[in-house]
């Protein structure tokens, strides 16, 4: 909390004669890009009986200056109004792209003040009311997400896992407790290998190879250090996940010819990966048909179904990128033909299944209790006495 109050206050001094309201968005936006604000001002309109100068309040228009030199992406910008977001993401890639030492330090402290009020809010507010007796039971949801993957609601307790605020959690033992969590071993890569059946991708998986220093050396011709490895190893997910050169490029801070390079050494090192994320898609334009909905008319778009091994029924959908129709403005969404099948045989069928054959390996005992999954990672609250024996149980579980 006193880090939230030092914070918002370094931040209302360095806007103070720019902005207003820092929670502002539409301020914000003014500030950072320009634009045109009304303001109030007095204006005289004539003399007092008593000689002193009468005034009235007049609302006025000004135009606002931009204060940093950026282009935003198009798709950030509002048709309607003509407003430039300044979400954290348009935040994030400015800061790697001014140049403006006071331009970085007004966008450092908003950022770090969102985050604290995010913390503050669905956090430290947030988590106190859902607290019954000394514990707090979240909801899994089997349901609720596309690819089958567990989500977690009231509260959410998905997303503490890299979070501070995940320290004020103590074991229900005490002292004499330990919460522990693990995760399974690159889940969504071995789930990669498997779908495309790459050979590489295997055998990297099998003989204990990081890939994400192999595809770095491939890129750069040598082997990251530890702290160049820890974010470019995010270009692997990403590329798994079905992002393109452009969405990596903005995430990882690096130029767009960096972006399609990297692209191209993961698929020339694992080439049954590109050979699936371009038959699967061909597939789909293939079979994908016009269905008939309920009013008896055939849908403008096409409906692709897909069955996985293990029964996962996917429904993709085509989207359309133009507001006059025609049949080629719709297309299926690269990103979930790339993903869906990967990430719901990983998260949604394999992560539900280990934990039931977890849930029943803990049944029984007082001495540890399953208490979160977080996606391919799991919270277990240990006593001290039994949690380096249960530690290596669940390592070769796992």
């Known amino acids: 909390v006193n880090e939230y109050v030092d914070c918002k206050l370094t931040l209302e001094d360095l806007a103070k004669e720019h902005v207003d309201d820092i929670n502002s968005p539409k301020q914000w936006s003014q500030f950072f890009f320009g634009g045109k604000k009304k303001i109030k001002v007095k204006e ?8 002193k100068v009468k005034t009235k309040l007049v609302e006025k228009e000004v135009v606002i200056a931009p204060y940093v030199m950026y282009t935003p992406d198009p798709d950030k910008v509002s048709a309607k109004t003509g407003q430039v977001s300044v979400d954290d993401s348009v935040l994030n ?3 790697n792209h001014v140049t403006s030492s006071d331009a970085k330090e007004i966008i450092g402290s908003l950022l770090k003040y969102r985050e604290l009020s995010k913390q503050l809010s669905t ?8 607290i019954i007796g000394e514990y707090i039971h979240g909801k899994l949801n089997h349901t609720a997400t596309v690819t089958g993957r567990l989500s977690s609601t009231n509260p959410n307790l998905q997303n503490i896992s890299n979070n501070p605020i995940k320290q004020i959690f103590t074991s229900r033992f005490g002292d004499e407790g330990v919460i522990v969590e693990m ?7 071995v789930a990669l290998a498997h779908v495309t059946g790459d050979l590489q991708l295997i055998h990297d998986i099998s003989s204990g190879a990081d890939i994400h220093s192999e595809l770095y050396k491939g890129l750069f011709g040598r082997y990251p250090t530890k702290e160049e490895r820890k974010p470019f190893k995010a270009r692997t997910f990403q590329l798994i996940y079905g992002a393109g ?3 990596i490029s903005k995430q990882a801070g690096c130029p767009i010819e960096e972006a399609k390079k990297f692209i191209d ?9 590109a050979k699936w994320h371009k038959e699967f898609a061909i597939q789909a334009e293939r079979e994908g048909k016009y269905e008939m909905n309920e009013e008896g008319l055939y849908e403008k778009v096409k409906t692709f179904t897909h069955v996985t091994e293990t029964g996962r029924r996917f429904v993709f959908k085509e989207y359309h990128s133009d507001s006059s129709w025609s049949s080629r403005t719709y297309s299926f969404s690269p990103t979930e033909l790339k993903n ?3 990430q719901g045989l990983a998260t949604g069928d394999i992560v539900p299944m280990m934990l039931g054959v977890i849930f029943n390996m803990l049944k029984g005992r007082e001495d540890v209790k399953m208490v979160n999954t977080i996606h391919d990672s799991l919270m277990f609250d240990c006593r001290l006495e039994s949690a380096d024996e249960f530690v290596k149980e669940m390592v070769k579980t796992l």
Do not use: C, I, T, W
């Not at 995760?183 to 890569?189: A, G, M």
């Not at 050494?265 to 990966?273: G, I, Q, T």
């Open 44 to 51: 005289e309109v004539g003399l007092y009986k008593n000689g």
């Open 93 to 95: 890639d400015m800061m």
């Open 123 to 130: 956090y430290v507010q947030g988590l106190s009311k859902h």
């Open 183 to 189: 995760d399974f071993n690159q889940l969504e890569v």
């Open 245 to 247: 050169a452009k969405a």
């Open 265 to 273: 050494v993961f698929y020339a090192r694992y080439p049954s990966v």
């Open 340 to 342: 869906y099948p990967v």
